[in-house]
């Protein structure tokens, strides 16, 4: 059955297995916020809405930055909003972040809750 163009294509007595790779081949770049890094709160009291893509690995989401109150304030907003829209969402610190690109619909939520918005980013 061997043939002289025939080679072993599976073997099952082990053999000598490579060790994974301790190292990336990619070098570490600085994050910028076009790759995930969340804004800066300037605590002006002008709440911004950015678009952006923050830890959701590529996909798009809408950060809320700048909101004023509590911790407790800030995760029933976040559930307000997550309720009105109908997707998902998470705080990180001090900013939300809401699936999805919905800035308008944000835009209308805090400012019929009395807050100064602005559209900020791309």
């Known amino acids: 059955m061997s043939s002289s163009n025939s080679q072993r294509v599976y073997s099952s007595d082990g053999g000598t ?4 790779r301790a190292t990336s081949k990619r070098a570490a770049r600085p994050r ?51 309720q009105r829209i109908g997707t998902g ?15 308008e619909t944000l835009l209308q939520l805090l400012e019929s809750e009395g807050h100064r918005v602005k559209l900020a980013g791309g």
């Open 17 to 20: 297995v490579r060790p994974p």
């Open 32 to 82: 910028t916020e076009a790759q995930g890094q969340l804004p800066e709160d300037p605590r002006d009291g002008v709440v911004r809405l950015h678009r952006g893509k923050p830890t959701r690995g590529g996909k798009s989401g809408t950060l809320v930055v700048g909101l004023p109150g509590s911790e407790a304030d800030l995760d029933t907003l976040l559930r307000r909003c997550k």
């Open 89 to 103: 969402g998470t705080r990180q610190g001090r900013i939300l972040v809401i699936q999805g690109d919905h800035r």
